[in-house]
């Protein structure tokens, strides 16, 4: 079963403690026990440790130039095989853009000149120089992502395999399909931990990645969550990650794919307290659409997945939707099969590491929105 322990800042904080903690970046730790011959969703709900933190002096495209000397060497944010293990990224911490992250795809050296030195970054389609951008003064961090290897540290709870090719029974780690349209998506990456001497020796491999190339410094996302599938794997690990706890909302990018087509995304939110339907923001920001059927016919789906129990290519346990119309008690979160005038909003849905599917409705055209979760603590 799953297990949650959040400790804030070393001395298990309640999350209404933590709101007289100004002075400092509270820490905390997670623990989530992954089923033996299971599959566990499993994401990150806390960040590591920033290395820069300042303002924002002017966007362009998709540059930013931060206000005064920062002490930059150049494009030291840029992941080097061998050399620098970490791939970076921007998160904006106030502004029209608070809670959004953006890969860092370049740096500026420090050249001793105020306000002249830049990040460069994958916008992913956003755009960060308009009205609604971002603008002089907003508050940014730069952090690094979590990697296989920082996220499993000496491979704790992870079962390893002496093939090379990753046969027989071991952790396997899955990635949700982030690309392709449709629902109840097949994984479209799999990494395994090889333990031998052999081909360049111990290391997390990716199947059809190469068997020589290892991939300790692959990122997990902040917004999605991976599967840990103990594959013939008997015994249950208890994986454990510490670092840093989130001091401003999270914003989450969630859509569609193809016009007419339902889509799941995977999503986990990077908040390391509990929260309910309600506190998750999810309808009031206008990124799940509602439905005026009592049965939940139409509009989106919030798919939740049951972790207490063993077993491979879990489907979901319970679906979620907002019911906008005024009888039956009036709108509100229902859940299928739950009573249609059993009004949700209180459940407490959204749990720290775990990861949730949010089927958003086909339209004509794709499009996307952004959840915004605003913090409880």
Do not use: C, H
């Not at 990040?119 to 002089?136: E, P, R, Y």
């Not at 449709?182 to 990456?189: C, E, I, N, P, R």
């Not at 459940?347 to 339209?363: A, C, E, L, M, W």
Request: overall charge neutral.
């Amino acid at each position: 079963m799953k297990k949650l322990q959040i400790s804030l800042l070393a001395l298990s904080l309640t999350a209404g403690a933590l709101k007289a903690q100004v002075s400092t970046t509270p820490v905390g730790f997670n623990t989530i026990n992954a089923l033996g011959n299971s599959d566990t969703r499993f994401s990150i709900p806390l960040q590591r440790a920033s290395v820069y933190q300042g303002l924002v002096k002017n966007v362009s495209g998709n540059i930013i130039t931060v206000q005064g000397l920062p002490g930059w060497t150049s494009n030291q944010f840029l992941y080097v095989s061998g050399t620098q293990p970490n791939t970076y990224y921007v998160t904006l911490t106030s502004g029209n853009k608070k809670g959004m992250f953006y890969t860092i795809t370049a740096n500026s050296a420090d050249s001793g000149t105020t306000d002249t030195t830049t990040l460069t970054v994958d916008t992913a389609g956003d755009i960060l120089d308009n009205a609604s951008g971002i603008i002089s003064g907003d508050s940014l961090s730069v952090i690094p992502y979590w990697t296989l290897d920082t996220v499993f540290p000496g491979q704790v709870g992870i079962t390893a395999t002496t093939s090379i090719s990753g046969a027989g029974s071991m952790t396997r780690i899955f990635i949700p399909d982030a690309s392709s349209a449709g629902v109840d998506l097949a994984a479209t990456t799999s990494y395994y931990y090889y333990s031998g001497t052999g081909f360049g020796g111990a290391g997390w491999r990716r199947s059809g990645g190469g068997l020589t190339n290892k991939k300790n410094d692959d990122i997990l996302s902040p917004d999605s969550y991976v599967i840990i599938r103990q594959d013939g794997v008997a015994t249950t690990a208890a994986i454990t990650v510490a670092g840093g706890v989130p001091t401003s909302s999270r914003s989450y990018v969630i859509g569609t794919l193809a016009a007419n087509t339902d889509q799941d995304n995977a999503i986990a939110i990077d908040v390391p307290v509990p929260l309910t339907l309600t506190q998750s923001n999810l309808f009031e920001s206008g990124a799940f659409v509602g439905t005026t059927s009592i049965s939940g016919a139409t509009g989106d789906k919030l798919l939740v997945f049951d972790d207490t129990t063993a077993a491979i290519d879990k489907a979901a346990v319970k679906s979620y939707y907002y019911y906008t119309g005024t009888g039956f008690g009036g709108a509100g979160w229902r859940l299928q099969g739950g009573g249609l005038t059993t009004i949700r909003n209180n459940d407490v849905v959204f749990q720290p590491g775990s990861g949730y599917n949010i089927r958003k409705q086909g339209t004509n055209s794709p499009s996307t929105v952004v959840w915004t979760v605003p913090l409880s603590y």
